[in-house]
């Protein structure tokens, strides 16, 4: 059953910063509580207490809260007052809406001499003949009964009949008690009757699955007879719960109890089915026994892997949901293949050649949200990034033969006007060249030695 807890309690006195020592008014209305406890240690100074709309079926440990002048315990299963002797500032008492019978158990308030205010409203005993002169006469502290002022007047005439009026309360009380007493063991008897019920259908049940069941039909046959069973089931389910509402029952603590604990069991077993219908996948297999990598697209992503051959590297462009924050990202990069993790859903891609993974590298689009991933090939491959011209006349064919010959490039010229660099190249004065680079472009030098000097000897050995 449900209790006060000290969560609970902590939970619900966020206004006093969930200290419970010094708290003066808390509100556990609604919480199914079925048992009264713990207040009185934890909750010394309450002054106010809302318990209303609870399955409380009796007023205990609440008598050490000295303080205590408000008590709401309106919409509960209280049958009698008793327990509140040890508060003494209680001025004002909610008993709403309960089972309250027994009538003469109002006596046990004489001793909280600061009552002014008390509601039956609800309750069985207000039917009684003579209710109202009987608590008026009994509790002269009272100003007021269920909403209603007691008049002096009327305090008097309930004081000169009061023991004709006790008299007739005496004679109700018994004969409530005594049907009380029926009430209690046809509620009884009708929840062994629910118990038997569910026992019998546990084990038919448990007999249709059970090793007993044929085991040679067919498979498909197998699945039918469960489709089947499993409608009857529902179809069974429906009927009960459609019989449970509409067949009469007394209003009593016992029904009252019996319907909560009814939604309670609906409420648990719709949670088993969602957990069942939630229950994890088998993980995905993203590498086999072998060691082959798989290809996987889990988060059903687009995306495109290009072969970039001018800087050698292959770039996985991949299509993550643009407003994804990138800490839900995960990318790992290997010689072979590419995955990446979005929010814990795996994309795994085997790549057409290895690549690096140190010198990898993974972006992401400011304005598409895509994720791009460049991965340098691992295999380095050496391009040309310049040609030869053509355009050189066929006159200049011995040139052009002798240039490839030297292993030399030729340069083309660039119109210095357009750019704002120096020039760099006439840094240093070139060496002569003779007889290299298109000659439309470089004219031949005369090789032609003239004397200098008239005694000229010419010296193999220098």
Same mark, same amino acid.
């Given at each position: ?6 969560? +609970? ?29 713990? +207040? ?12 209303? $709309? ?13 303080? +205590? ?110 049907? @009380? ?34 085991? $040679? ?61 939630? @229950? ?31 800087? $050698? ?84 064919? $011995? ?33 002569? @060249? ?29």
């Amino acid at each position: 059953f449900f209790s006060v807890t000290e969560d +609970l309690v902590r939970r619900r006195a966020e206004h006093n910063d969930c200290e419970i020592f010094s708290l003066e008014e808390i509100s556990l209305h609604q919480q199914e509580i079925e048992k009264l406890e713990h +207040l009185d240690k934890w909750c010394r100074d309450l002054q106010i207490l809302y318990l209303q $709309n609870n399955l409380i079926p009796k007023i205990e440990n609440v008598g050490k809260l000295k303080k +205590l002048e408000y008590l709401n315990v309106a919409l509960n299963n209280i049958e009698r007052i008793e327990n509140l002797e040890g508060c003494e500032e209680l001025k004002k008492l909610d008993l709403t809406a309960n089972f309250i019978g027994e009538l003469s158990s109002i006596e046990a308030l004489k001793c909280n001499i600061h009552l002014k205010e008390l509601f039956l409203v609800g309750n069985p005993c207000t039917e009684f003949e003579g209710y109202r002169q009987f608590v008026v006469a009994t509790l002269h502290q009272l100003k007021c009964l269920d909403s209603k002022e007691i008049e002096r007047s009327e305090r008097i005439q309930a004081l000169q009949n009061y023991p004709e009026v006790k008299q007739k309360i005496r004679e109700q009380e018994q004969a409530y008690l005594l049907k @009380r007493a029926r009430e209690k063991d046809e509620a009884q008897r009708r929840m062994q009757e629910r118990k038997d019920k569910k026992q019998k259908q546990m084990e038919s049940k448990l007999g249709f699955d059970g090793p007993d069941s044929p085991q $040679n039909k067919e498979n498909r046959q197998a699945e039918g007879d469960r489709e089947q069973e499993t409608w009857r089931t529902v179809e069974d389910e429906d009927e009960e719960d459609r019989r449970f509402w509409e067949e009469p029952t007394p209003y009593t603590p016992e029904s009252r109890l019996e319907t909560h604990r009814y939604l309670e069991e609906k409420r648990r077993a719709k949670e088993n089915t969602r957990e069942s219908k939630k @229950r994890e996948k088998p993980p995905r297999t993203l590498v086999t026994a072998e060691g082959k990598a798989l290809n996987v697209n889990v988060p059903k992503l687009n995306f495109s892997l290009k072969d970039d051959e001018e800087n $050698n590297q292959l770039i996985l462009d991949l299509a993550v949901y643009r407003h994804l924050d990138t800490s839900l990202l995960d990318v790992d990069i290997q010689p072979t293949y590419v995955r990446v993790l979005v929010k814990g859903k795996p994309f795994q891609l085997v790549l057409p050649e290895e690549v690096k993974p140190d010198s990898s590298s993974a972006k992401r689009s400011q304005t598409t949200g895509h994720l791009v991933v460049s991965m340098p090939k691992a295999k380095e491959v050496i391009l040309t990034k310049q040609k030869i011209s053509t355009s050189i006349k066929h006159s200049d064919c $011995n040139t052009l033969q002798k240039s490839a010959r030297s292993g030399q490039v030729e340069k083309l010229e660039v119109d210095a006007s357009k750019y704002s660099f120096p020039d760099v190249t006439k840094i240093v004065q070139e060496k002569e @060249r003779i007889g290299q680079g298109p000659i439309r472009l470089q004219p031949e030098k005369n090789t032609k030695t003239e004397k200098s000097y008239v005694d000229f000897e010419n010296n193999e050995e220098v």
